[in-house]
């Protein structure tokens, strides 16, 4: 079952994802070389406690840290650690959620550490772009997945695949919550979109094959051909007069 949040939850809602989206602003500052994801994680913490929010992810199903940092081939669930220093060249997926009044803000940009190639700028502006045309269809009246069917051909468009094994997803009063969004689909299929509904939509988007694998640590992701991957998510909700994004940097 999808959650309609009343106007009330969505302000507080509101509330949790302004201060994710003034997290990434923020972290978006201290993303160079030589700066560990440790490092990041340590600071999006103090951030976010100091706006009176909790870190939504730190706990999660025994995550440990505030962040999620995946660099490079590492599509998402990265682990921030000391031990991985940001290197010119490389891209950063971050993921940050917060809680307010029990309610959640998630969302998630990869960052160019210093100067990046034409070819992964190309691999970034694709993947930003596609959220946005996957938000665009964010709208009464239309269904659940024209959003990863819009998504999907954007980024199929240009050569890149979408990853299939993970997810958007419903939030609320929990981190995920009913429907899962998918980044791909057919459209004019699935529920009917409704005024109140709020979904965290986060394509996942490669350079190469859509496959992925688990590493060891049991969190972090990565491209099954080991090239890159990029990371982008919002919170919206759907409202009469179209998607508001709750995440909005």
């Known amino acids: 079952m999808i959650v309609i949040k009343s106007p009330a939850e969505i302000e507080k809602m509101r509330r949790a994802s302004r ?14 070389a030589g700066a560990s994801t440790l490092e990041l994680d340590q600071l999006a913490e103090k951030w976010i406690r100091g706006e009176g929010a909790i870190p939504a992810f730190k706990g999660y ?5 505030t962040l999620c940092t995946s660099i490079n081939e590492e599509v998402v669930h990265g682990i921030p650690s000391p031990k991985r220093i940001l290197k010119e060249g490389d891209i950063l997926g971050v993921d940050c959620g917060a809680i307010i009044e029990g309610y959640y803000g998630d969302a998630a940009f990869t960052f160019p550490v210093g100067k990046v ?46 990853v299939r094994d993970y997810v958007g997803h419903g939030i609320g009063t929990k981190l995920h919550e009913e429907p899962q969004v998918p980044n791909y689909g057919e459209p004019n299929t699935g529920p009917r979109l409704k005024p ?10 490669n350079e190469g094959t859509h496959e992925v694998e688990l590493m060891k640590d049991g969190w972090t992701v990565v ?12 919170t919206i909700v759907v409202t009469e007069k179209g998607p508001e994004i709750l995440t909005a940097w």
Request: aromatic share 6%; no cysteine.
């Open 117 to 162: 190639s034409e070819p992964v700028k190309k691999l970034l502006d694709v993947g930003e772009e596609s959220l946005k045309q996957g938000i665009a269809q964010m709208t009464p009246e239309k269904r659940l997945y024209d959003i990863g069917a819009a998504i999907q051909r954007y980024v199929e468009s240009h050569g890149y695949s979408v």
């Open 223 to 234: 491209t099954k051909d080991r090239k890159l991957s990029t990371h982008f998510e919002h």
């Open 19 to 32: 201060v994710v989206a003034k997290v990434l602003l923020q972290i978006q500052e201290h993303v160079r």
């Open 196 to 205: 109140g509904m709020v979904f965290a939509i986060e394509p996942m988007v």
């Open 61 to 65: 199903l025994g995550y440990k840290a």
